[in-house]
């Protein structure tokens, strides 16, 4: 079965550099999270679209803004990076099913931020 | 707002010992738990879930269920093996309204199962 896939699965940016990670949800999956898991860390929501509408937002710092595009799939973009941003990054995709949803998640980008 | 309690590890098992991981919720309507798992080096894998009170789910010989009065979810595995050695987390997802079901999550249990 398809899964979520992400690109890139690493990155090494320098300070104040930018970066973009990509997201390509399950097939008829209409909703796209985006998670943060710092080193040691549970995961952290950061943002999330539905329909290619921002639906909720969270912990997510103002240089790092995000969009769904028309073929559901998503892209974070992160300016100015700062040596804290170094982390993994996941995407989930949501199946909603007679009442009962479940986020599947890709295998994340790690980003390093030198 | 919501919030998921995991008992802190790491947690450190012989091989075919009883596992428990407990996991306890705060959250302000119905939520659905999850438990994911996440082995060295890789992303976020489903090992069950439970969408409503007494729901038990199960999962590769994982078993968990949904105890709304004690807002538990704790997690049980009969028979450890070595390959179940990972880092477990507990969460739940509540709508927040329309479409949005963002997770929460516990801080993660680091299970190390030897031979």
């Known amino acids: 079965a398809a899964g979520v896939i992400q690109s890139p699965r690493h990155l090494i940016k320098e300070k104040r550099e930018t970066a973009t990670l990509k997201c390509y949800p399950i097939p008829r999956h209409d909703t796209v999270y985006w998670y943060q898991q710092g080193p040691g860390q549970d995961p952290q929501f950061l943002i999330s679209?539905?329909?290619?509408?921002?639906?909720d937002k969270g912990s997510i710092p103002d240089r790092f803004s995000a969009q769904q595009f028309s073929d559901y799939h998503s892209e974070l973009n992160m300016s100015s990076l700062e040596l804290g941003d170094s982390a993994l990054y996941f995407c989930?995709?949501?199946?909603?099913?007679?009442?009962?949803?479940?986020?599947?998640f890709g295998p994340g980008t790690r980003l390093l931020v030198l | 707002g919501n919030s998921v309690t995991q008992m802190e590890g790491p947690v450190t098992l012989s091989e075919e010992a009883f596992l428990t991981i407990n996991c306890t919720y705060t959250a302000t309507g119905y939520p659905s738990l999850f438990w994911y798992v996440q082995y060295p080096g890789e992303g976020l894998q489903l090992l069950l879930k439970a969408t409503k009170a007494d729901d038990k789910g199960s999962n590769k010989g994982f078993e968990a269920t949904y105890r709304k009065e004690t807002t538990s979810f704790h997690l049980e595995k009969g028979s450890v093996q070595v390959s179940d050695s990972a880092v477990y987390f507990c969460?739940?997802?509540?709508?927040?309204?329309?479409?949005?079901?963002?997770?929460?999550f516990g801080k993660g249990t680091l299970l190390t199962v030897n031979p």
């Open positions: 679209f539905y329909e290619k509408m921002q639906s």
């Open positions: 969460a739940l997802s509540e709508s927040g309204g329309g479409s949005n079901y963002k997770l929460t």
């Open positions: 989930a995709s949501r199946s909603y099913k007679r009442g009962q949803e479940t986020q599947y």
